[in-house]
Each structure stands twice: as C-alpha cells, then as structure tokens.
C-alpha cells in the first residue's frame, strides 16, 4: 500500500503508520524527528514538503545537508518521489549570481548550509516566501554551525515558519540536546526506537556482536616507555604545583591548561608558560598511547613521523631530547614489519567468511593512515575489491585526502558492485544511502553516541545487516565502548523528558526582536575569510549586510575612507614575528585615508613567550608612526558591537559610497594596469601580469576573444567568458 496525495508519485512513498503519525505532528509545529537511521528520515522530509506545497503553493522549500554528496542524494530523492518541476541544487559550485536566479523561481532547494549562510549575510534573497526549512543531520545545530544561525533568520523573515529536523541522535547530553532544541525553535519531538511497536514490521535488523582482541606482548616495552616518559612530566607538573592528581586523562589535561591560561591573565609566571609546554607533552603522549592500543603500530609510527617533521614548540622538540620517547619510537621502527596486527587479521577473517558474491561490507576507522595501511593489506585477499573513502585533509600533509568528487565516484563504484569493501574515516558515517550494506565493522569503539548509531545504521537497510565492534582487551577501547553505550541509553531518557513537558515557542520572541531592528540596510565588503566567524551573523543583528570578496588589504571596507584590519591575539603576536605586522600596516595607510586594528581575545602578553617590550613597541608604532588606532575586544560578540557602531558612525557622516576595491593603490603605470586587469572577475594580480606579458597592453586583453584569452595560464574557458561578459556588457546600474 502507497501514500496517495496530489504532490507525491504513485507508488514511491510505502504507507507507513509510525511515518504518518510524525508527519501529522510535523505540519502543525517546528518538530524534531529521532529515528534511526533506514528508518525513511528524508521520506517522512518529502511528506511534510508535500503537504507544505499543497496548502502554500506559491512558497519554497529549504533542505540543508551537510556535504554535497548528501545534497545530490536528497535533491535526487525529492525528485523521484515528488510531483515538482524546480528542484535545484545550491553549493559552492553554483555562483552566487545564479543562485539569485535560480531561488527565484525554485519550488524545492536542496543545499550546503554554508552556502545558505553566505548568502543571507550577502542579502541575496529573503527567506520570506519559505514555507518549510528541513535541517537534516539536526544534531549539527550547536556551536558556530551555520544551522542555528538560519534558523534565526528564518524565523524572523518568514510569513508562515515551519522547521522539520532530522537526525538519529541529537546527542547523549541534557546541555547539548536542549541546544538543539532552543537553536531550531522545536516545540515537538517525535521519537521512534527498533522496538516500538509500530516500527518493527520495517525493521530488517542489525546483529550486532563485540569482539575482543588481545595486543601483542611485544608492544609492552612501547607502551612502559611512552607512560615513562608521561609520568616524567606529570612529576614535573606536581612539583610546579599544577597537578597533583594520579591518574591524569587526556580531559584533565585540557581542564588543567584552561585554567593554566586563565591563570596566566593574572599573573604572568615563568612557571606557568613551563607548565603550559609540560602540559602539551603531556597531550601528545596520551595520544600516541592511544594509537598504540587501539590502531596499532603502522598508524603509531606515521604519528612519530610527523612529529619529527613539525618540530617547532618547546613541548615537541623536548619530547625529541627524551630518552624515553626516543626509545619508544625506535622499539616501533623495529617490530612494525614484525608484529601483525590483530584488529587486522580478525577482518580479514570476518571479510573471508561474510563476503561473497553480491555482498558489500564497509570498515570505520578513526584515522586516516589505519585506513590507508587497510586498505593495503586487505587488497591482498581473494574476491575483495577494496577502496578508501575519507574526506579531503585540512593539515598540510602528504594525503591529501579525497575531493567530494572523487568521494562520490567512489560510491557510485560501490553502488554498481565494482568495489565491495569501503574503508571509511568519519566521512562515511553521515547520513549516505548505501543500500544493501551487509556488513560494517568498527576497527575500534567511538566514545560518541551519535557516530555509534551513524555507523551501525549503514547497515540493515534493504535486508538483515550485520555489526561487528573490534575492542582491544584491557585498553582505552573498552571505555569508550561502554562510554557510548551508556550515553545512547541517556538519550533515549533524556529525549522522553523533554516530550513530557511543554517546550516554548520563541516564534513571537524572534518576530519581535526582527522588527525591533527593520532599519535601513547598511552594507560593507568583508574580506572572504571573515565569514567563518559569527561576527558577520552578528552584524546582521543590526542590518549590517556583508558583501564578500578577497580582499589584498584589511578584512572590513567600511566606507570609501575607513577600513579595518581584525586580529586575534595569537595573530596578532605571529604576524609581530614573521614581520607581517609591519607591512599590513603600511598597506593600510597606503590604501585608506582612515585605518584601524581591532585586537580580539585574552591579554597581548599571555600569548607565547614574547617580551612585553616588543608587544608595547608595537602597539606604539602602530598608534604613533602609522596613525592606526589599536582596540581591544573580548569575543567576537564583543567586535560585532563594535564594528556595529563605527558603520553606523562612519556611514552617516561619509554619504558616498564604500570603496569597492580594497587594495594597494597603484603608483607607477605599470601597477595601475595591473589594477585595472585585476578588476575583472577571478583575476587576480598575478593573472593580470601573465594577460598583460601576453597580449602587451589592455586595449588588447579588452579586445581578445573567449579563445585568445584561454590560451594564457590559468585563465580556461570559464575565466575567459566571464571576462568576456564583463568587458562586453551593457551598463545597468544595481
């Protein structure tokens, strides 16, 4: 039996009770949805959107997913299962000028919530006429995540809000589910487990079984020699009065440097930055301890290896004059090739005996070189067609990592049966429909309740899966094992409090406050590289909207004569060393008539081990030689405000508009062509030297066709046509 309504296909949505049931909840009120995962999240998504569309059909739809992978998959889902003509895709692929286009005549939009994020600081479309906002992956909506911010926006601009989350776990803490709640305005949860009664008819089901490995006796001597070298420290921190407790966790130790550094904005102790440096040691050893018992000897090694190569900090390079730490990587380089690793022997065990034919299985492993050493061995057995799947490095590395692009060939591969065996880092875990997943294996337990379930729910979907947790015996494995398990059992609890009792509806709050703030729209040019923080959000606030661009000097144009360099401490005293600060200051004065620094965070002089004198001489040449004002601020909270206030200020006495072009002026003729070529969309200052050597003056570059123009380096045929477009286009003004 199929779902009959006007929007929805014939036959593509099954009637399902427990579906129906949380969509007749969901259309009344914003609403948060807790099923696990197969259970039809996006399906009980494309419902709610149905019904939405047939009682507001002039309104839009909003989907927001996490990656780009899972925006095609969504934007695929709706499209087969709903009677609509306009779904698009928005992510960063898109530019934002088509974007604009594209919103406007849109029935369904599926997008990356950062591309969303930017384009409401830009004020590129309202979010008015939206009837439904989907936040999928709805345990994102804490911290400095773009979700809470939208739902903000979104509750203030829209006539006729409505917000549908969705998740498997909000989260295995009262704090943080209730931030989830309060961020997306909930007043509604629906919660579905595999054993209510109205679920389990469609429940293929997980056997789940935990296997226990032991480690090898030769990794001992590794294992005595790294705590040596950390009792060595703890001692140290003892005896500096830091530390007196025995047995000291990698948490404590992050508590102990917190309040270190709190300390040092009192009083600024030798002792202190000593044990700020014992305590970072400390750090690093815990961690290799942990690779040791829970990934093995390869993973622990390309750890030592990297620490060699970074060896700038006291901690570091202290550890490497360490007989015990020394010791301990020679012990590793001389029983890695020895020694086989028994999480690895006991999958390909499970690998030989569970996969064959059509099955397909998928590996979770925290780290990155696990997977690589994995895939390397697994690739030797018979009938296994393996291939890594992990997301692209951040760290500047020789793995690079995977393009989404590559992610999503690599899955396709999957789907088609071409690969069967995925080793996957964390990036496999949120939200992908793989269908007919028969087995998964956890190389180790994750202390987090959610990607516990993320993890087991890849499995059992289309028919019975199967989950297999490796656990090192005697290791921090078994406490992280049962430190998910526990909390999983809290959120469940947690979860069934907040249905019993009536949770407020901030809609009116929100209104409120918006129209509190209906001003005029005031707009500055913030640097691209900005809009990763919550001030532009804040900005917002206060109808300040943020026009992005990279910017060559300062990060906020203000107007055509004031721009702001921001800084945080720790930046601030880096670029006071590499010499950095020097330079950005005269860029400054060269390019603006009016200037100034905003210095955010704790104390200049609790920044590394740098003399007060040379942080004084600094602030006064900036003051007196430069004419730069310097102002302090806490938070990012605290810059906004101000920020806030020099716009408003500065605005209403300079009536022209801001300077669009934030750079160093030119003085010779030769930069001013430079300026001029580097005006033109995606050029930059050294495309604009390689145009210029090419084609000889601007004249030429102005009158060279599409082709002519793809021929210089760097430029391509997209660059090319949107030059073209620039160049060739009548003028109309915004």
Request: glycine share 4%; proline share 3%.
């Amino acid at each position: 039996m199929f779902i009959k309504h006007p929007l929805i296909r014939e036959e593509t949505i099954e009637a399902r009770l427990y579906q129906e049931t949380i969509v007749a909840g969901a259309v009344r009120s914003n609403t948060l949805v807790v099923v696990p995962t197969a259970l039809g999240k996006t399906i009980i998504g494309a419902m709610v959107a149905a019904y939405m569309l047939q009682s507001y059909p002039e309104s839009k739809i909003l989907m927001l997913a996490t990656t780009r992978p899972l925006v095609n998959q969504h934007a695929e889902s709706f499209r087969n299962t709903l009677k609509v003509d306009k779904v698009e895709v928005f992510t960063g692929t898109k530019k934002p000028s088509d974007r604009i286009k594209l919103w406007n005549n849109a029935e369904i939009i599926v997008a990356t919530p950062q591309v969303i994020h930017n384009d409401i600081l830009s004020d590129r479309y309202s979010l008015e006429d939206v009837s439904l906002v989907i936040f999928d992956e709805a345990h994102r909506a804490t911290g400095n995540y773009p979700y809470a911010f939208i739902a903000g926006r979104y509750m203030k601009q829209a006539s006729k809000p409505l917000i549908l989350a969705l998740t498997a776990s909000p989260g295995g803490d009262e704090a943080k589910i209730r931030g989830v709640i309060e961020n997306l305005f909930i007043e509604n949860i629906e919660v579905r487990t595999e054993s209510d009664s109205d679920v389990k008819p469609f429940i293929k089901g997980i056997n789940i079984e935990w296997v226990r490995v032991s480690l090898p006796e030769e990794i001992k001597p590794i294992k005595f020699t790294l705590e040596k070298a950390f009792e060595t420290r703890l001692e140290k921190l003892r005896k500096l009065g830091i530390s007196a407790k025995a047995n000291v966790t990698k948490r404590d130790l992050l508590m102990i440097r917190g309040n270190l550094q709190a300390r040092l904005l009192e009083e600024r102790s030798p002792e202190f930055y000593e044990g700020l440096s014992l305590i970072a040691a400390c750090i690093n050893l815990t961690h290799a301890m942990e690779l040791l018992e829970t990934q093995g000897l390869n993973t622990l090694l390309s750890y030592f290896r990297r620490v060699e190569s970074e060896a700038s900090s006291k901690a570091v390079k202290g550890l490497l004059g360490d007989t015990y730490f020394l010791r301990a990587i020679r012990l590793t380089e001389n029983l890695v090739d020895e020694i086989k690793n028994p999480k690895t022997e006991k999958i390909k065990q499970f690998l030989v005996e569970n996969i064959a034919d059509e099955k397909k299985a998928i590996i979770f492993t925290q780290y990155r070189d696990t997977a690589a050493k994995l895939v390397e061995e697994l690739n030797s057995l018979a009938g296994i067609r393996v291939l890594r799947f992990v997301g692209q490095s951040k760290r500047n590395s020789s793995d690079k990592g995977m393009t989404q692009k590559k992610q999503l060939e690599v899955l396709e591969s999957f789907r088609k049966g071409e690969v069967n065996v995925l080793v996957a880092t964390s990036v496999g875990e949120e939200g992908l429909d793989i269908p007919g997943v028969d087995l998964v294996i956890f190389y180790e337990p994750v202390p987090s309740e959610i990607r516990t379930i993320q993890r087991r729910g890849r499995t059992g979907r289309s028919r019975t899966g199967k989950a297999i947790v490796l656990i090192a015996r005697n290791t921090r494995d078994e406490a992280f094992y049962w430190g998910s398990t526990r909390k999983e059992k809290k959120m469940y609890e947690i979860l069934q409090n907040f249905k019993n009792i009536k949770l407020k509806n901030k809609h009116e709050n929100q209104k409120t406050l918006g129209n509190s703030i209906e001003k005029r729209k005031i707009f500055i040019v913030v640097d691209t590289r900005e809009l990763s923080s919550s001030i532009t959000r804040e900005l917002l606030n206060y109808n300040i909207i943020s026009k992005p661009q990279m910017l060559e000097v300062g990060d906020y144009v203000i107007s055509r004569r004031l721009c702001i360099e921001r800084k945080t401490t720790e930046d601030f005293i880096n670029s006071l060393i590499d010499g950095r600060l020097m330079s950005q200051a005269i860029n400054l004065r060269q390019s603006y008539s009016r200037a100034l620094m905003i210095v955010e965070g704790e104390s200049l002089y609790t920044i590394r081990n740098i003399r007060v004198e040379a942080v004084m001489g600094a602030l006064i040449s900036l003051t007196v030689d430069f004419n730069i004002p310097v102002l302090f601020t806490k938070n990012e909270k605290e810059t906004a405000v101000l920020i806030f206030r020099i716009t408003e200020r500065e605005q209403n006495i300079e009536k022209n508009e801001i300077q669009i072009r934030a750079e160093k002026k030119p003085v010779s003729l030769s930069e001013m062509q430079e300026f001029i070529v580097a005006g033109l969309p995606n050029i930059n200052t050294t495309l604009a030297r390689r145009l210029l050597e090419h084609f000889g003056s601007i004249e030429r570059i102005f009158s060279a066709d599409d082709k002519e123009l793809d021929k210089v380096q760097g430029i391509g045929k997209k660059i090319a046509k949107e030059m073209r477009e620039v160049i060739s286009s009548l003028y109309k003004k915004d």
